[in-house]
DNA sequence: AGACTTATTTCATATCATAAACTGGATCTG
DNA sequence: CAGATCCAGTTTATGATATGAAATAAGTCT
């Protein structure tokens, strides 16, 4: 509400960004589509992609066949502008994945991680070692990197430090930012896991074109991100869209967090099979992780190899539903994306079920207004969304590199 | 995340919008001070100011003496400049209030309705009445009315037609904003009185001053207006912030809506009243409506007079608890503003037990980051709130009036 | 070949925020 | 009490910007 100031090349990088953001994600695009589609003169428009194509940000890809008049010229983002590095940082394992403006993958890292050993340091190590496997794999000259998105399994203080709060990680205040900064001279974006995948669902998957948006992941852990108005709702301190922790059975079964009868204790794949083994006479789901474990209990409820799993499953169904009525009620978004493992391995058999269920506990109007759809990209894209996090800068920017800094050592700050 | 493209002129009224908001908000102020505050140049404020002056918006109001130097000249929005109505559309009365720009009221006008008489075109014929009674009584100017703000128990779509769905009028889609045109010149503002409510705190109640604010209403009905970076956050279709049908215990009591479970059969005044009644043996609690049989209640629990209504309402605040901890976690707001009739109560007596049953139920970041604080104006600021709806599009628009339509006849659309 | 159609570019213009220079109005100092 | 000093606010010249209108480019159609 409250805006700010505005100086005629504010005025300009807003342009810039309104153009660049439109051909980027819509593109190609014609200069005289682009006229209509933002509303800028085609003397503006005209202007400003000459800018781009100047800087190479934007090229022309083709033109069309018109029936009697001049034809049109197609501009789309240049994908080899610049490249992207994208990071995983999970509970197992470090992934690092270098993709050009396309986002198309060009390099790969990985690294497994002990429990044992998640230390922070140790992890900045592993980071920055995927960082320079993934330059040297690929082979594109590190100055043309514009940045790195890191997600982390945790909340993200959006401060200088970037400091980290995860506590999966045991991390508590973790200065992430500052700690790369000091072994890498690429910009570093940062932001929860949970929002990455959203933000790369936004973008690539199934919240594309659309401005409000609640993805909803279910795995071990249960979040969401919140998206309004096409921008990521982060809350105050970007800690929102703590969707697992909310109360759906008061008094009811003890969550990890310390609480009672929170969403995560009951649809969290850890919920899922300590109901199923209290239903099952003690017998727990047979599986050597979660994930097959589960995947075990929904084929045993299909084929009916299991009255357990089939009570507790559909117990899980309606549970989630719920879960989701609230986020429909709360926030009122035009679309419920549904994801994580256990969540898509859950939509995947009984998303009827689960919309049902959903209708039941949402408010009519808000739910009539809802489409309730299945994730596209898989959990893999936490690194691909990661990766959008410098993009959607650069596009933010209009298209202007934040300059890069040269590697500042890390300094304990108070005390 | 999408802007939208921007002339000179936007930027013109971008900066007069930063500048008049300070000014009405925070002022008065000198022009020096506006520089910092704005961060706009000296040479601008000079500018618009004199602008402001000349229009009519702003007006001198003394000076500060200086130890030294030019004394600063103080600016403030002239109260007079303008008048705004605001309309309490509620269940069982209207009320209309008018108000100068700075929020004093001139006039108020006042209609209780029965039940029977819930008919669109009479709520209507009632604004109307009230409308032209408190500008009798208070002798402005008709022309000198910058607009109405119309709070309605329901959802409001932001259309043309300003439909509004509000099931306890029994109103579904009525085109409450055509009708009221079609009786009218002055500009129409709508939104849900809860919006509304939360509004008026926001700007001269308790949550002054923070940019991440859920007000969190508890009366008969139980909902939620939620504030991010300032502004109203609306969702897809405005129905965002339906806080009282969020599920809180899975399979639970059944609520009005439909839905089991829901926070409002456990916090809402009848749900309080109804398990007060299960708890005591089927005997009611005293009072000739929800508000005093509620007191009565507060007041046999403190005396100690009924165990019943001490373990109920110890109850109710654990639920209630629970609830604002979903807030917490669902918005990650930095303040909480409880209020609504039933919510002041038991807020006023047992606030520090609510904010204990929350930190049980919210994640401990998050929690240690927003403050749970009592509404400051009361219940019956729903008008003034719906009365800082026109003068919050005059500062969104940089002080420039929407110019007033003449009355259009009613055109039923469709069909 | 010439008419016509549509896309894009060029150019003159008006709007705007701002830096820098300047003026106004007060206190302090010797 | 003159003038030094300090600070608030105003004026002026400048450069950045989007845009409407006119011109041009690049085709198809007859």
Not at 17 to 37: A, F, M, N
Not at 191 to 217: C, Y
Not at 250 to 268: K, P, S
Request: aromatic content about 4%; overall charge negative.
């Amino acid at each position: 509400m409250v805006a700010r100031r505005a100086t005629v090349r504010d005025m300009r990088r807003s342009n810039r960004s309104v153009l660049l953001s439109k051909i980027y994600l819509d593109g190609p695009l014609s200069r005289h589509e682009l006229t209509q589609l933002t509303s800028l003169s085609p003397a503006s428009v005209s202007t400003l992609v000459a800018e781009f194509i100047e800087e190479g940000l934007v090229e022309e890809a083709g033109s069309v066949e018109s029936d009697g008049g001049r034809p049109r010229v197609l501009l789309r983002a240049a994908p080899g502008f610049g490249h992207v590095i994208g990071v995983d940082v999970g509970e197992t394992r470090v992934t690092v994945e270098l993709f050009d403006m396309s986002m198309a993958a060009l390099g790969k890292a990985d690294h497994p991680i002990e429990r044992a050993t998640l230390a922070p340091e140790m992890m900045v190590g592993h980071v920055l070692d995927g960082i320079g496997a993934v330059i040297a794999q690929s082979g594109v000259n590190a100055e043309a990197i514009l940045g790195m998105g890191i997600a982390v399994p945790g909340v993200v203080d959006q401060g200088d430090d970037g400091l980290v709060h995860a506590q999966s990680l045991g991390w508590d205040g973790v200065p992430l930012r500052a700690m790369l900064r000091a072994g890498s001279s690429i910009p570093i974006h940062m932001d929860n896991g949970a929002k990455t995948l959203g933000q790369a669902e936004m973008w690539f998957g199934a919240g594309r074109g659309v401005d409000h948006v609640v993805t909803a992941l279910v795995g071990s852990g249960v979040g969401a991100s919140v998206v309004a108005e096409g921008a990521s709702y982060r809350g105050a301190r970007s800690s929102a869209g703590e969707w697992g922790h909310t109360t759906i059975m008061y008094g009811g079964r003890l969550c990890r967090c310390g609480a009672r009868g929170c969403l995560e204790a009951y649809v969290g794949a850890e919920g899922i099979l300590d109901r199923f083994r209290e239903a099952n006479r003690g017998k727990a789901a047979e599986g050597i992780d979660e994930e097959s474990a589960i995947g075990a209990m929904i084929a045993d409820a299909d084929s009916g190899a299991s009255r357990a799993a089939e009570v507790v499953l559909s117990e899980t169904v309606g549970y989630l539903g719920a879960g989701i009525a609230t986020l429909v009620n709360l926030f009122n978004p035009e679309r419920i994306v549904l994801g994580g493992w256990a969540g898509l391995a859950l939509g995947g058999r009984w998303l009827p079920e689960i919309r049902a269920a959903a209708a039941e506990h949402a408010l009519r109007r808000p739910f009539e207004q809802v489409s309730i759809e299945l994730c596209q990209l898989g959990p893999d894209a936490v690194a691909l969304g990661a990766a959008t996090l410098p993009v959607a800068a650069l596009l933010a920017n209009g298209g202007v590199r934040a300059r890069a800094e040269s590697p500042r050592p890390l300094r304990i700050s108070g005390l």
